[in-house]
């Protein structure tokens, strides 16, 4: 097997012992219609609303795309448009809470007997990718043919600093990730179902592999311990030995990879009809007075996540949602929890302080910790030099966006912002080619 590129960043695990504790139910949650891939879903409900905890606030509006659910009990105060942390403006469903938590009237647990509803059940739970990705996750199980799928891969490699949420998940509902895998075993019939999970994570494995040693085609598989083996991809190629070709999906190699807590709230749903309503959240860094896992509410604001950890401390100068190497800065702490959001972090002005950049050096560092053999000084060459077409020879679209270029660059290129540049002005020139011959053809 080819060596994987990846870096060995500092793991900063410090709350990986603490269970998860439930925040209070901040007085307003903001439910963003669209915290998934795909096509936003549909408010069905209006402002002055009663609604319930688990009761339908958004419909799926396309097969990519996903139902959005209220998460506390109360009153719908408005629907409208926030700026999402992307920068861009995304329709929203904001509730008052009575503070009751009240769960809807008609949630049950669905009748769940073969494979078509076991995905119908997927795609009511309104679970999508929660290790961060948001991908729709009965658009990742529909599989045209399933006999072509051998290996189900459950993602246990948190590979970030600083997030251990999946670790909880790991060591306290390892029951249901057990009924998940059986599940997926029994539905989807796929024989081989593998848990991913770095070496630096002893407990987690241990609990694993006591139902994985006794159940036929279940295995743990310990990973290295380093960043990203959580990667979809990589994860793969560290599993099976397979590569996914450029512009393919995991399925066109026979696999499908779920993240641990997406499967664990798969169960919950098929067990009370309960749909993801909240989420389990790693509140760290430097400016948290006391860092720890939370579960909150979806759509809390993050103010009510640090409020919870006792606060922020000293000159608080970056608020990220995810981690270090791929989250997003967030603009304020009204920023609503959403469904992938695995971590809150908030450092200080020495730790979120960026370096200088000075001229590359060509030491060739970015392409040997590429984890998928790119070469990430090209493509902010060709940013610069304005040329698409090298964009695309040097295939910037298999980039995951890892950050483990940037990460072992000696002059602190901010490569992930050049490459995300650059897939934009990839995706302009091909919209435009794509109209100029749609044009040419209309003309003949
Ligand atoms: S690691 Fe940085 S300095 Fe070295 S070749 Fe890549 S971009 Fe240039
Ligand atoms: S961000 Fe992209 S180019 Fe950089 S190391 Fe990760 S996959 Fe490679």
């Known amino acids: 097997m080819r060596k994987l590129g990846g870096v060995r960043a500092p793991h900063r695990k410090g709350t990986a012992a603490s269970a998860p504790e439930r925040i209070p139910i901040p007085p307003e949650v903001r439910l963003p219609m669209s915290m998934h891939i795909g096509a936003p879903a549909k408010p069905v409900v209006k402002a002055g609303d009663a609604v319930k905890v688990g009761q339908l606030i958004g419909e799926a509006s396309g097969f990519v795309s996903s139902p959005v659910h209220a998460s506390v009990s109360g009153k719908v105060k408005r629907v409208d448009e926030y700026d999402a942390v992307t920068g861009l403006g995304a329709l929203s469903v904001v509730i008052e809470s009575d503070g009751e938590q009240t769960p809807h009237d008609g949630l049950r647990a669905p009748e769940v007997n073969d494979m078509k509803s076991f995905l119908g059940a997927v795609r009511e739970s309104g679970v999508v990718g929660l290790g961060g990705a948001g991908f729709p996750t009965a658009v990742k199980l529909t599989v045209k043919d399933i006999s072509a799928v051998d290996y ?123 749909p993801l309503v909240s989420k389990c959240v790693t509140v760290d860094g430097s400016a948290v007075v006391k ?45 609503p929890v959403l469904k992938a959001t695995n971590a809150a972090l908030a450092f200080s002005e020495k730790d979120a302080r960026l370096p200088e950049e000075t001229p590359c050096i060509r030491c060739g560092r970015c392409v040997s910790h590429c984890p998928m053999g790119l070469m990430p000084l090209e493509f902010e060459r060709a940013y610069r030099l304005k040329k698409p077409e090298l964009l695309e020879r040097y295939k910037v679209n298999l980039c995951m966006e890892c950050g483990c270029c940037a990460y072992s660059c000696p002059a602190k290129r901010m490569l992930v912002q050049y490459i995300k540049l650059s897939k934009i002005m990839l995706r302009e020139r091909q919209a435009a080619d794509k109209a100029a011959a749609e044009r040419k053809e209309a003309a003949v």
């Open 152 to 274: 189900i891969l459950i993602n246990g490699a948190e590979c970030e600093p600083y997030i251990t949420s999946d670790t909880r998940t790991m060591l306290d509902e390892t029951e249901l990730l057990e009924e998940g895998a059986l599940l997926l075993g029994k539905y989807l019939g796929v024989k081989n179902i593998v848990f991913g999970v770095e070496s630096n994570k002893p407990e987690p494995i241990s609990r694993l592999a006591e139902f994985t040693s006794r159940r036929d085609g279940m295995e743990v598989r310990t990973l290295p311990a380093m960043y990203p083996q959580g990667g979809e991809k990589v994860l793969i190629y560290q599993i099976t030995g397979r590569r996914v070709p450029e512009g393919k999906l995991p399925l066109d190699v026979g696999v499908v990879v779920l993240n641990c807590t997406t499967l664990t709230a798969i169960v919950k749903y098929i067990k009370t009809g309960m």
């Open 291 to 335: 860092p720890g896992n939370v579960v909150a509410p979806i759509g809390a604001p993050l103010s009510s996540l640090f409020e919870f950890c006792g606060g922020l401390k000293g000159d608080v100068k970056k608020v990220l949602m995810g981690g270090p190497m791929m989250g997003i800065a967030a603009p304020s702490l009204d920023m």
